[in-house]
């Protein structure tokens, strides 16, 4: 143990590097089919407050729980239709599909 208590093992490392590699992955999926809205100062100031959320969210989650299996970081993946639906309501006009 380090003089700061915390404890560095397979845990750790799953938890972390677990959170990494999900994380790009999820932002790999929600960015590859936004190509126009890419262009966007808005469209990136959403994926900001997003990524922030999620990081938030998770650094939250993996603190509170001592035993973290890596499959379970697939529920990641439940965020990308909440991206979409978020994504759609904030920027989409209704009953178009065209962007603000």
């Not at 590859?32 to 999620?54: D, S």
């Amino acid at each position: 143990m380090m003089a700061t208590g915390f404890e560095w093992g397979a845990d750790v490392i799953i938890k972390w590097d677990g959170l990494a590699g999900y994380s790009a992955l999820l932002f790999w999926a929600l960015l590859a089919g936004e190509r126009e809205q890419k262009r966007t100062a808005a469209f990136w100031g959403f994926v900001f407050l997003f990524a922030l959320a999620h990081t938030a969210g998770w650094v939250l989650l993996l603190r509170a729980i001592p035993e973290w299996k890596i499959l379970w970081f697939c529920v990641v993946f439940a965020e990308v239709p909440v991206f979409e639906a978020a994504y759609g309501v904030l920027f989409v006009m209704p009953g178009s599909g065209e962007s603000v």
